[in-house]
């Protein structure tokens, strides 16, 4: 089944600052590959996806880049802010679909002052 | 539309109840998931279900049942709770079958086994 690695596990910034979460998976027919943020205490939420056909997508200060030959995909924050600070999770489904997203372990995003 | 929803919220058992949690959603979504949260383990898919009558195992099934008898429920069922079953389960669902549809989640049950 799929495998998805996500680093780091804990990532600091200074507010304005950028930073980057890299995830690789090991099921070449994955082809969907959503991000997610969760609060403390909350569900996790969608914050941007991207699907194979594409190789970057931008909502406003988050983009995410995916290079299939290599197996990897990467969440791109800019400008961050207090509210950023969040876990975030990468996840990607298997081949066939059916049977759910494999997420990675998280990382822990702080956003300093 | 309420979206997914999950009841309880927060639930204590002793070793050896059982319980069934409950997920509903109102988005006429075929498919349907459980998933279990765990500290440093990401979400772990439990079962899932891609229509009224059908489920499947996930990756982690053991100790949990389920079953889709409506396209809007799929609940949860603890046959004999162990302390290894804390944990936060997440209920999500999707439109299609197709693994590139966005999949949303409920808002979480806290489960302690003591």
């Known amino acids: 089944g799929e495998n998805v690695e996500q680093h780091p596990s804990t990532l600091s910034v200074q507010e304005g600052d950028s930073a980057v979460i890299k995830c690789t998976y090991s099921d070449s027919a994955s082809n969907y590959f959503p991000w997610y943020k969760q609060e403390l205490g909350k569900r996790p939420q969608l914050i941007i996806d991207?699907?194979?056909?594409?190789g970057e997508k931008k909502d406003q200060r988050i983009a995410v880049t995916l290079n299939k030959t290599a197996k990897h995909f990467s969440l791109h924050i800019t400008e961050t802010q207090p509210e950023d600070s969040a876990v975030y999770f990468c996840?990607?489904?298997?081949?066939?679909?059916?049977?759910?997203?494999?997420f990675g372990k998280g990382t822990h995003l702080i956003i300093q002052p | 539309n309420a979206g997914v929803t999950q009841t309880p919220k927060f639930q204590v058992l002793k070793t050896g109840q059982s319980m069934t949690l409950q997920c509903a959603q109102d988005?006429?979504?075929?498919?349907m998931s459980w998933y279990r949260q765990d500290p440093g383990m990401g979400l772990r898919l439990i079962h899932y279900?891609?229509?009224?009558?059908?489920?499947d195992q996930g990756e982690v099934p053991n100790g949990y049942n389920v079953s889709r008898s409506t396209t809007e429920d799929f609940p949860l069922r603890l046959l004999s709770a162990a302390p290894s079953q804390t944990s936060v389960y997440f209920c999500?669902?999707?439109?299609?079958?197709?693994?590139?549809?966005?999949?949303?989640f409920g808002p979480g049950t806290r489960l302690t086994v003591l």
């Open positions: 999500a669902s999707r439109a299609g079958l197709a693994g590139t549809d966005t999949q949303y």
């Open positions: 279900s891609v229509g009224a009558g059908i489920t």
């Open positions: 988005m006429n979504h075929e498919y």
């Open positions: 991207i699907r194979s056909n594409v």
């Open positions: 996840a990607a489904n298997s081949g066939g679909g059916a049977d759910g997203l494999t």
